[in-house]
């Protein structure tokens, strides 16, 4: 397995984004969904990784360079690729490249009920803290955050 900067707009990604919108989409409100568009997902602070098992697309994930601190977005593996390690390499990847990018911190938003995601971000390291950025508080909403 590899990790390494991806594309976003390569159709076998986009696919992969595409199903994570939907499952989002199934599970909460409008107002409750914070992902990030695939043209959102191509900004310059942006920055975008995909795990790879040969020609496989395993799974995906970013950082977003907030000033202060990275926000981890687009979370999400290939639901033949779940419980095989492409999440934890996605992550590792990713809290390595925020911290070459001089940032202390690293945050996220996450649904409630998403188990799965709330273990893998808290045996990364990641502990509940309070809405940050623009993110109001609700119902729905579990935010993390790592120091690095």
Do not use: W
């Not at 998403?114 to 508080?137: N, V």
């Amino acid at each position: 397995m590899i990790v390494e900067r991806g594309d976003p707009r390569d159709p076998q990604v986009t696919a992969l984004l595409q199903a994570s919108h939907t499952l989002m989409k199934s599970l909460f409100s409008p107002e409750e969904n914070h992902y990030l568009s695939i043209d959102a997902l191509c900004v310059p602070e942006v920055h975008f990784f995909v795990a790879r098992g040969g020609e496989t697309l395993l799974g995906c994930g970013a950082v977003k360079h907030m000033g202060t601190y990275g926000e981890l977005k687009s979370m999400f593996t290939a639901k033949a690729a779940r419980g095989k390690g492409a999440a934890s390499a996605i992550l590792d990847h990713i809290v390595k490249h925020t911290r070459t990018l001089g940032l202390s911190e690293l945050k996220l938003e996450t649904g409630k009920g998403l188990d799965a995601a709330h273990r893998l971000y808290a045996k990364h390291g990641f502990t509940p803290c309070g809405p940050f950025g623009d993110y109001p508080a609700n119902e729905t909403s579990l935010f993390m955050e790592k120091p690095l």
